[in-house]
């Protein structure tokens, strides 16, 4: 069975930083790619961030691009969101997802596998 944790998440001024981290078992984690999604009170879940099965491959959502780093650790099965300049915007429950491939993909129906989510809010 696969599981995803997340951890991480908090609260966090306007213009500050936080490094979310997901921590995978139950497949081999190095032969998957990973993403991380998010959703607003009242909104769709939405898509922030991808990394392929190498770490060699990255696709980011404008919104947050230029702000936000995907990155892995295939030896420690971990895949984390550095997120910098943070914005009220970004407030929202974060998730990591394990892909049903290698390569990158935008779509949560590209995904398998969900963690239960953190929480990130940023107060202005």
């Known amino acids: 069975q696969v599981q995803l944790i997340e951890s991480g998440g908090g609260l966090v001024q306007a213009g500050g930083s936080l490094r979310l981290s997901c921590a995978v078992s139950?497949?081999?984690?190095?032969?998957?790619?990973m993403g991380w999604f998010r959703q607003a009170p009242g909104l769709e879940r939405e898509f922030v961030a991808t990394?392929?099965?190498?770490?060699?491959?990255?696709d980011y959502a404008d919104s947050v691009k230029g702000r936000v780093t995907i990155s892995r650790d295939n030896a420690k099965n971990t895949v984390y969101l550095q997120m910098n300049s943070l914005k009220p915007e970004d407030t929202a429950v974060y998730y990591c997802?394990?892909?049903?491939?290698?390569?990158?993909?935008?779509?949560?129906?590209?995904?398998?596998?969900w963690g239960q989510g953190t929480q990130v809010t940023v107060s202005s």
């Open positions: 997802a394990a892909g049903r491939g290698p390569g990158t993909g935008r779509s949560s129906a590209w995904y398998s596998s």
């Open positions: 990394i392929d099965w190498s770490g060699s491959n990255t």
């Open positions: 139950g497949r081999t984690f190095s032969r998957y790619a």
